[in-house]
C-alpha cells in the first residue's frame, strides 16, 4: 500500500522545495510518495518567535487539508517544531512529525549522549524548550552554534562544512556526544562527511522525520497504533469551530 506524505516547508518561499524534494527522493521507501510544499506568503525563515507565530494559521490549513486529501502523514519542515501539538489536535488520523522530536526519539536509541549543531546562538532558546519538553534534557550534552543563518549553509558548503565539523569534533571530544543532530533542515548535505569523520551517527534534520513518519505510518496500519486523543491531542468539537471561523 502506498505512503503519502507532505512535507511542509512552514516559510514563504519556494527556494528550498526543489533540494529537499530531491532528497528525500534518495531517502525514502519505494512505496513512499512525497510531496513537498510551502506557504503562499510569510518570512523566508523562522528564526524569530513572531515569524513562527505568523505562519501558524496558514501551516495549519496545510494540515487539514493533508488530512482531507488523504495523506498519511505531514512533515512540518522545521528544527523549532513550529506547531507540532497544535496539527495533532486538530487531525484524527494523519500521522504528523518535525524534525527536533523525532531526531531526539531516533538519537536516544543509537547513544546515551547527544549534541545539537545550529546555525544562531538566537536558536538555542526555543530549541532547549522542546529539548525539555520532550524529556530528553539530560542525553542533550550541548548546543554548538556555528553562526550562520538559514540561508547561509548552502551560500559556501565547504565553508559550512568545515564549521560544522570542527564544532561536531569538540561535542564528541570534550563533552563525549555519541550522536550528532543536525539541528536545521537547511543543513543538508553534510551528514556523511561529518559521520566519516567523526565515527558517530550524524542525523540529519530533512530525512529523519520523513522515516519517522514512515515508521508511523505502519504501526498506525498494522496496529491501530497513533497519536492519542485522550488528552494532550484531544480535538476540539468541529461544530463548535464552525461558529466563528470563516469560510473559505
Known amino acids: 500500500m502506498q505512503k503519502r506524505i507532505m512535507w511542509i516547508n512552514p516559510v514563504g518561499s519556494t ?46 490549513d496545510l494540515i487539514l487539508r493533508a488530512e482531507e486529501e ?5 512533515v512540518i519542515g522545521c528544527f523549532y517544531d513550529v506547531g507540532l501539538w497544535e496539527a495533532r489536535e486538530i487531525t484524527d488520523r494523519l ?5 527536533c522530536e523525532s531526531s531526539l526519539h531516533l538519537a536516544a536509541t543509537l547513544g546515551k549522549r547527544i549534541a545539537i549543531m545550529v546555525g544562531e546562538n538566537k536558536w ?3 530549541m532547549s524548550d522542546n529539548v525539555l519538553t520532550y524529556g530528553f534534557r539530560e542525553p542533550v550534552v550541548s548546543f554548538k552554534s556555528v553562526n550562520l543563518g ?16 570542527q564544532l561536531a ?33 550524524v542525523l540529519e ?19 491501530g497504533w497513533n497519536h492519542s486523543k485522550a488528552y494532550a491531542y484531544k480535538s476540539p468539537p468541529k461544530e463548535e469551530i464552525a461558529l466563528w471561523k470563516p469560510k473559505d
Open 95 to 99: 500521522v504528523v512529525t518535525a524534525p
Open 169 to 201: 569534533k569538540e561535542a564528541v571530544e570534550k563533552e563525549m556526544a555519541e550522536v550528532i543532530i543536525l539541528g536545521c533542515t537547511a543543513q543538508f548535505g553534510f551528514y556523511k562527511v561529518l559521520q566519516e569523520k567523526l565515527g558517530v551517527p
Open 205 to 223: 534534520a530533512v530525512m529523519t522525520p520523513v522515516k519517522y513518519a514512515e515508521y508511523l505510518i505502519e504501526l498506525r496500519n498494522l496496529f
Open 15 to 60: 527556494g528550498f522545495d526543489q533540494p529537499v524534494q530531491e532528497l528525500l527522493e534518495t531517502a525514502k521507501q519505494r512505496d513512499t510518495c512525497i510531496d513537498v510544499v510551502s506557504l503562499s506568503k510569510g518570512p523566508s525563515h523562522l528564526t524569530y518567535m513572531y515569524y513562527e507565530a505568523y505562519v501558524l494559521n496558514e501551516l495549519l
Open 124 to 126: 538555542i532558546p526555543k
Open 150 to 165: 538559514v540561508h547561509d549553509f548552502q551560500k559556501d558548503p565547504q565553508e559550512t562544512r568545515n564549521r560544522l565539523t
Open 70 to 74: 488523504d495523506y498519511d502523514a505531514a
